[in-house]
């Protein structure tokens, strides 16, 4: 069915078809636990305020290779945060989400930090860097 026909259908006032979806972790590289929750308020405060609305999801289970640290399998409960949108407003916006997804990244001392963007998984890496645990990056 096409998408304005089930939008008449519905008498919808909105229809966006691009979905972005956000993993927050639970721990760092090392597996130290993070402020999950200080995270997804953030990650919601600018899906909310960028695109319109985000829904986060209760923890999953997960892991990922961490090949910067030889092949180290690192256990995780990310919660998993979605967002629909549309193309323009993704192009427009990204440099702000992308501006939180570093921060993230480097404050809570990840290897990468991924999002999917409808069927593609995009992925920024961080490079390893030793420091004391707890210490946020400048």
């Known amino acids: 069915m096409a998408k304005l026909s089930i939008t008449r259908q519905f008498a919808a006032t909105k229809a966006e078809s691009t979905l972005l979806v956000l993993f927050i972790p639970s721990v760092d590289r090392l597996q130290h636990p993070i402020d999950q929750k200080t995270w997804i308020d953030q990650a919601l405060e600018v899906l909310g305020t960028q695109f319109g609305g ?3 999801f209760p923890k999953a289970r997960g892991v990922w290779r961490d090949d910067a640290q030889g ?3 690192v256990f995780d409960q990310p919660v998993v945060i ?3 949108t ?3 407003a993704l192009e427009e916006r990204a440099p702000a989400l992308r ?4 921060q993230m990244g480097e404050e809570t001392n990840q290897g990468a930090v991924g999002l999917v963007i409808d069927r593609d998984y995009l ?3 961080f490079p390893l860097e030793e420091q004391p645990r707890g210490k946020k990056r400048p």
Not at 99 to 102: A, G, H, Q, R, S
């Open 54 to 56: 985000a829904t986060a």
């Open 123 to 125: 992925e920024i890496q």
């Open 71 to 73: 092949g180290r399998l």
């Open 82 to 84: 979605q967002c629909y």
């Open 86 to 88: 549309n193309a323009k």
């Open 99 to 102: 501006e939180f997804l570093v």
